[in-house]
């Protein structure tokens, strides 16, 4: 009779948990201290989690699946072989990133972070949606080299994947939306705003007088087109890499000459760690990308207005626009367990 008792109150409390679950799915609910972060001094995300309420067993869905190789065609690549989180979530000291059977990419992979404040995705802008972005590596042949299709089979075949989605959106049989929604979360919370300058920002850090003067120096020089506290305007420009064009970058989307040579502005954050630098990763170290900027400005048709006369730098400058670049590497983010590889 007593264990008769206890059931019944046992069931009574599911239903009120169901009860208290059937939420808005707009609304974003922190769950054990775990809520998305707007730094105070950064402007409002792009990306607001609708229809996508963030939960922690969803963004947990979501981390599961970005260090999963079961995306891949021959389950041998996760997001993770080409973003890695000790390095920015770039792939460290690569041009061109290895995706399955070993067939090299076209572009450098690029680092990861803040990317809820993007509008769009790809060094040519390609992609603007951020729960749909993973259909692109996923199905690329560069890449992941994997179907949809294939992969929510692999899923659902998968009985510890099909109770996580179950638990984290209450579906009984993963579909791609879901998948897509779970992995979006992950990315969104990718969020860099514990390096020095932002330490600098929040009051407490002090830069030093070379930090200083290179911050200085990046306002004026740099900061139109990496404006912050992104350090990037988003926009595409022609920064002066070349003067015949390899890859069209932007003008491949919108199919205008105009736009040939144009890549996205790409954010600085973690730019110390996350060599080599540009679209097709040619320069190793900062003091070749101030060189380029400084002398080896190409001219061509869709060459940035603002640099047709390069940014002349002495090599003081260059130092010191380097000691303010390193200013923006966060080795707390880079460190951080929550958006580590999980143990099970
Ligand atoms: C084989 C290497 C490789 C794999 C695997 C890979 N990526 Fe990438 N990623 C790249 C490259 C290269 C680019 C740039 C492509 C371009 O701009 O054309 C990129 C771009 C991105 C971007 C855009 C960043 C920006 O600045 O616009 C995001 C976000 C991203 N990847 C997330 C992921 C996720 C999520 C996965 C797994 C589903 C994944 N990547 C798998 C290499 C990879
Ligand atoms: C006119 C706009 C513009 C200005 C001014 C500018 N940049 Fe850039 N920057 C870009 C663009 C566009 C790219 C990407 C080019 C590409 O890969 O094709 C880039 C790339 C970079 C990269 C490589 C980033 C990566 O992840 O690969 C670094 C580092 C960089 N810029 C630093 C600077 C510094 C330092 C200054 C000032 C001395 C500066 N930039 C001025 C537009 C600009």
């Known amino acids: 009779m007593k264990l008769f008792r206890s059931m019944r109150l046992f069931f009574s409390f599911i239903l009120v948990l169901l009860l208290f679950s059937c939420k808005k799915d707009n609304e ?32 947990n869905l979501g981390r599961d699946l970005f260090y999963d190789t079961i995306l891949s065609l021959d389950n041998s690549i996760s997001c993770a072989s080409c973003h890695s989180q000790t390095h920015g979530f770039s792939d460290h000291n690569v041009a061109f990133s290895a995706g399955v059977n070993g067939t090299l990419g076209v572009r450098n992979s690029p ?17 603007n949606n951020i729960e749909t972005f993973s259909v692109a590596p996923i199905t690329n042949p560069l890449e992941m080299h994997e179907t949809i ?16 989605f ?19 979360q992950y990315m969104a919370m990718l969020i860099s705003d514990d390096s020095k300058y932002d330490k600098y920002r929040k009051g ?30 988003f926009s595409f420009r022609n920064n002066g890499l070349d003067a015949v064009f390899a890859d069209l970058g932007r003008g491949l989307i919108t199919q205008e000459a105009a736009d040939n040579g144009k890549f996205r502005v790409p954010s600085l954050r973690n730019i110390q760690i996350t060599y080599p630098y540009m679209h097709d990763g040619r320069f190793f170290t900062l003091s070749q990308v101030l060189d380029h900027y400084s002398t080896g400005i190409q001219s061509s048709s869709t060459l940035d207005q603002s640099l047709t006369s390069g940014i002349p730098l002495t090599a003081d400058e260059k130092l010191k626009i380097i000691a303010f670049l390193k200013t923006l590497t966060d080795y707390t983010f880079m460190a951080n367990p929550d958006l580590s590889e999980p143990v099970h």
């Open 204 to 233: 407490t850090y002090t830069f030093t007088a070379d930090e200083n003067e290179g911050y200085s120096l990046f306002q004026s020089k740099c900061a139109s087109c990496h404006t912050e506290p992104l350090f990037t305007d």
């Open 166 to 184: 179950k638990a984290a959106y209450d579906v009984d049989s993963i579909t791609d939306q879901k998948m897509l929604q779970a992995l979006g």
């Open 149 to 164: 299709f294939q992969v929510v089979g692999k899923l659902n075949a998968n009985a510890a994947y099909r109770s996580k």
């Open 111 to 127: 680092a990861l972070a803040n990317l809820a404040w993007y509008p769009s995705f790809m060094w040519d802008g390609g992609v």
């Open 28 to 59: 974003i609910v922190p769950v054990d201290n775990f809520a998305f972060r707007k730094p105070s001094y950064f402007p409002e995300p792009h990306y607001t989690f609708q229809n996508n309420a963030l939960t922690r067993s969803r963004f």
